[in-house]
């Protein structure tokens, strides 16, 4: 596949490539518990154990999980489906391809243990809530295919030095693909140093 774009530091070139095989993130072990209804899209978390035919409305669910979740965070999901779908905490403009799909939330219990806080400040809270945004942009990221990796190649001989997949955004994973670069070269030093010094 052709990369989406390329960059020479030195002698290395770094190419950045669309990801045809993204991990889905929610497999990952996330603050968050998305729960999403769509009649042709399975989204969000498998295993949250909410029956949508238990309510008679978006409002009624959100009561019932802030109740029984003893939640200290839940925001509103939203779909926009159209040529692709993409997903977001805020609504989208379109009321003829969008509409609510579900919620995010997180328990006062898995926020005070996994940051060893006794009582919900306004300051977490907030803080809660910007996690939770940071993990629906990232799911979005992977529904609309923003998922890349990266290779680098040593132009003078032509061997791939590195690769690595898995990330999201085309910028994010430029910016690690040049991180690793820059231990090459000083990897390429220090190996220069070493022969000087014999």
Sequence with gaps: MEPTETKTIGKYRIDVILDEDPYNPRDNDNLGTMVC?????NLGDKNHGIDHN??????????Y??????????LPLYLYDHSGITI?????????DSGSI????????????????????????QR????LKSEVETYDQYLTGDCYGFRITD????????NCWGYYGEEYCMSEAESVVKYLMKSDEHGQLELKLE
């Design 128 to 131: 809660m809530k910007e996690y």
């Design 102 to 125: 579900g919620f995010i939330f997180v328990s006062k219990e898995k926020v005070r243990k996994e940051f060893s806080r006794k009582r919900m400040s306004k300051k977490l809270i």
């Design 155 to 162: 132009t003078e001989t032509d061997e791939e030095m590195d």
């Design 65 to 74: 999980i802030v109740k029984k979740e003893k939640v200290a965070v839940i």
């Design 88 to 96: 977001s905490t805020s609504p989208f403009s379109c009321p003829w």
């Design 37 to 41: 209804f769509h009649g042709r899209y």
């Design 54 to 63: 238990m309510f008679g409305g978006w409002g009624e669910m959100s009561a």
